[in-house]
C-alpha cells in the first residue's frame, strides 16, 4: 500500500479559513479605532459603544471560528483525497530558528489580541450596565421609560440599581431576559405600551433599601403644592399639608404611612388584575400575632374565587410603583410650569387654555405640537387681541413649555399618555391608597378598613394664598377644596364615598358639576 503524502502546507491554507482571518484582522482593526474614538470624543454614543464592543467582538468571534472550520474542512478533505491518511499534532521545537521565531511571533499577536478581547469583554459589561445602553439603544421602544427616567428625583441613579442590583445570578438574568426583548425589538412584536407590572422584578428589599432604610423613618414631612385656578388671573394658590412619613418599626412608634412596611407587620393582599388595582382581600398580621382579614363588600367574587387568587405580600413598590417612571398629569405640568415661571402668569386665563390643549387627542407628535400651538394662538387672536399683537414672545414662551409637558408624558408610538399607567402613591389621579382604604373593606364581625387621611397618613390640607418655600401662610379663611364634597344640595348614597381620582383623573380636567360625569337629561 502506497504511503500517504505528508501534506505540504498548514490546514490554515484554505478559502474559508483565509476569509475567517480577512474577518479578523479587519473587525480587530475597527475595534482599536473606535476603541480609540471613544476615548477621544468628550461625550460619546451610545451607538459607538454597541458597534466598539457588542458588534464588532461578536464578528471577531465569528472570524476565529470561520479560521477554525476552515481548517478542519482542510483536514477532512485531505484525508478524503489520500494527501494525508493522518494528521499529526502540531508541534513546537524551540532549538529551530525559524519555529523560535514563529513560536514568539505568536505569543505576540496571541497576547495582543487577548487583550484586546478582555479590553472588548470589560468595557462591554460596562457598556451594558449603562443609563445609554438601557435607554438609548431601542430608541422607540424605550423612549417613555428614559425621558421619564431623566426627569425623575432618581435620575443619577443607574437604571441597573434598580432592575437588576448587584450580584451575577441577576445580572446573568437580566442579559438571558434581554435576548428576548432583543428578537421583540427585532421583529416588532414588542407589546406597546410595555405592560406593568414587570414579571419577576427583584424584591425592593434587595435594591431600593440599599438607600432607602425602612427603619430608619419616622417623623413627618410638610409638603407645600402650588396651584393656579381656572379663571383669568389664574389665582394663585397653595395646598399645605403635613405627611405623616412614620415607620414600620415599634420601637421608634409604629405609626404613619410606612406602617405597612414588613419590618413589625406584615400586609398581604390579592388583586383581580395584573396592574394590581382591584382588590378584593387583605389580610394584616400585627406584631402582638393577630391576624385580620378585610373583604371588598361590593366584591361579586365568592370566598372560593377569593381564595383562589394569588397573593401578595406588600413591598415598597405597591405604593411606590413608579418611583422612576412617572407621567405628570397636564394639570400638574401646568401649575409647575407656571410656578417656575416658564409660563407667565399674566397671560389671562393661561391655566385653562393650556390644560384643555394638552387632554386632547392628537394623532402623532408633530400634530400635537400643531395643535397645541394653534389652540393657544387662537385662543389670544380671538378674545385678547392686544396680548396677541403685544405679548407674542410670552404666548410663545408659554407654547413651548406646555409643549413641553406634552413630550414628557405622551408618546404615541408606544400608546404612552398620562392616563397609561396608574401610580399608587397618594389618591389624588389613581385610587391610590384607596385600592383598601376606600370605606368598603371590612372584617366579617364589621371592622372596617378606614379611609381617614388625617388619622395615619397625613393632616387634612388647607388652601391658602402662595407662600415662600417653607412658610406657612395664614389661617386659611376658605375649605381646603373649593366645593363641598359631596354637595350640600345634593343627598345620593353613591357620592358619599367619591374618590378623589373620580374627580381628578389623570389626564382630564377636573370635574366642576354634577354634568361633567352625568349627561343632562
Known sequence: MAEAKKPSSGLYRNTMSYLGGLIVVG?????????LAELSIKKPGPYIGIIAYLILPAILMSGVVLVLWGMRWEAVRRKRTGEASALPYPSVDLNDDTQRKRFGFGVVIGSLFLVLLAWAGYNGFIFTESVSFCGTTCHTVMEPEHTAYLNSPHARVPCVDCHVGEGADWYVKSKLSGVRQVFAVAFHSYERPIPTPIANLRPARETCEHCHWPQKFFGARMMQLPHFRYDETNSPEQISLMLKVGGGESIRGAAGIHWHMIIDN?????????QLQHIP???VR???GRVIEYVDQDTKLSAEQIKALPKHAMDCMDCHNRPSHQYPP???GVDEAIYSGKISITLPWIKKVAVDALIKEYPDRDAAHAGLRQEITAFYQTKYPDIAQNRKADIDKAIDAVIMIYDRSVFPL?????KTYPMNIGHRNWPGCFRCHDGKHA??????LSMKCDGTCHTMPQRSQLASLGH???EPTTEWHPWEMPAKSVSVKAHERLLCSACHEAGYRPKRDCNDCHAPR
Open 27 to 35: 473587525s480587530g482593526a475597527l475595534m482599536l479605532l473606535m476603541m
Open 266 to 274: 406584615q400586609v398581604t393582599f390579592a388583586a383581580t388584575d395584573k
Open 281 to 283: 382581600w387583605v389580610q
Open 286 to 288: 400585627h406584631a402582638d
Open 330 to 332: 397636564p394639570e400638574g
Open 414 to 418: 408606544m400608546r404612552v399618555d398620562w
Open 443 to 448: 372584617t366579617s364581625d364589621g371592622q372596617v
Open 472 to 474: 406657612v401662610g395664614a
